[in-house]
């Protein structure tokens, strides 16, 4: 059994860039469960029926430009309601956090359901009107044409979806460490996560 870190937390919160930074610290594989989540959601825009696109799934559909658009971020929030295809997304995430060189696992229900005996889980979040700046940020500095108060209402929209569906919702586990990023530079989330990793394996 590998070490596994799950971090879960709502759309925009700073996972993706802690996770990736605690992966490097550590030396450990990343996987972001949120693109199994818009690769299904972006078949779905092209047509495909969501529990046969999340059963069919192969590694290199999360390898396609295009998944980061908001589109395909709704897409994922609507698909990720669906039993199934949660049922379908599950080996694949579990045998990535039990990898031999340890990992750590990004989403919504790692530390909850995809890996409940993680060693070490966290939970980050920030206010929504935070995340919503940096989402618009990062959009407009893409080209994206979202005005800020799309990009609220798009987060919003997430958030509710997220953590209002019966199947896996969106909520920290019992024993997850809570980082709020609200306040917090990269840097001091990074240092924060190291941190709170480090002493729980002491
Ligand atoms: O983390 P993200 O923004 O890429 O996730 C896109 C959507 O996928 C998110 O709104 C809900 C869903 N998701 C999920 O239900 N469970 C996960 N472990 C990861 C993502």
Redesign the pocket.
């Given at each position: 059994m590998g070490f596994t870190i799950a971090i879960d937390g709502p759309?925009a919160a700073g996972?993706g860039t802690l996770s990736k930074a605690v992966a490097a610290h550590f030396g450990f594989a990343h996987l972001?469960?949120?693109?199994?989540?818009?690769a299904v959601g972006a078949k779905t825009l092209l047509g495909a029926e969501p529990i046969e696109a999340a059963q069919e799934l192969v590694a290199e559909d999360l390898d396609v430009d295009g998944l980061r658009t908001p589109d395909v971020?709704q897409a994922?929030?609507r698909v990720?309601v669906i039993a199934e295809v949660?049922a379908a997304l599950v080996d694949f995430q579990r045998a990535f956090g039990a990898r031999a060189g340890g990992a750590v696992l990004?989403?919504?229900?790692?530390g909850t359901v995809?890996c409940p005996d993680a060693a070490v889980k966290l939970f980050v979040t920030a206010s929504a009107e935070v995340r919503a700046e940096r989402r618009y940020l990062e959009l407009s500095a893409k080209g994206d044409p979202s005005t800020r108060d799309e990009v609220l209402a798009d987060v919003q929209a997430?958030d509710a979806?997220?953590m209002e569906r019966v199947e896996?919702p969106l909520k920290p586990a019992d024993d997850a460490v809570l980082i709020d990023t609200s306040d917090l530079s990269i840097d001091e989330a990074v240092a924060k996560a190291i941190a709170a990793i480090q002493a729980h394996t002491l």
């Amino acid at each position: 059994m590998g070490f596994t870190i799950a971090i879960d937390g709502p759309a925009a919160a700073g996972k993706g860039t802690l996770s990736k930074a605690v992966a490097a610290h550590f030396g450990f594989a990343h996987l972001d469960t949120g693109l199994l989540y818009r690769a299904v959601g972006a078949k779905t825009l092209l047509g495909a029926e969501p529990i046969e696109a999340a059963q069919e799934l192969v590694a290199e559909d999360l390898d396609v430009d295009g998944l980061r658009t908001p589109d395909v971020a709704q897409a994922a929030s609507r698909v990720a309601v669906i039993a199934e295809v949660r049922a379908a997304l599950v080996d694949f995430q579990r045998a990535f956090g039990a990898r031999a060189g340890g990992a750590v696992l990004d989403g919504r229900d790692i530390g909850t359901v995809i890996c409940p005996d993680a060693a070490v889980k966290l939970f980050v979040t920030a206010s929504a009107e935070v995340r919503a700046e940096r989402r618009y940020l990062e959009l407009s500095a893409k080209g994206d044409p979202s005005t800020r108060d799309e990009v609220l209402a798009d987060v919003q929209a997430r958030d509710a979806r997220d953590m209002e569906r019966v199947e896996a919702p969106l909520k920290p586990a019992d024993d997850a460490v809570l980082i709020d990023t609200s306040d917090l530079s990269i840097d001091e989330a990074v240092a924060k996560a190291i941190a709170a990793i480090q002493a729980h394996t002491l």
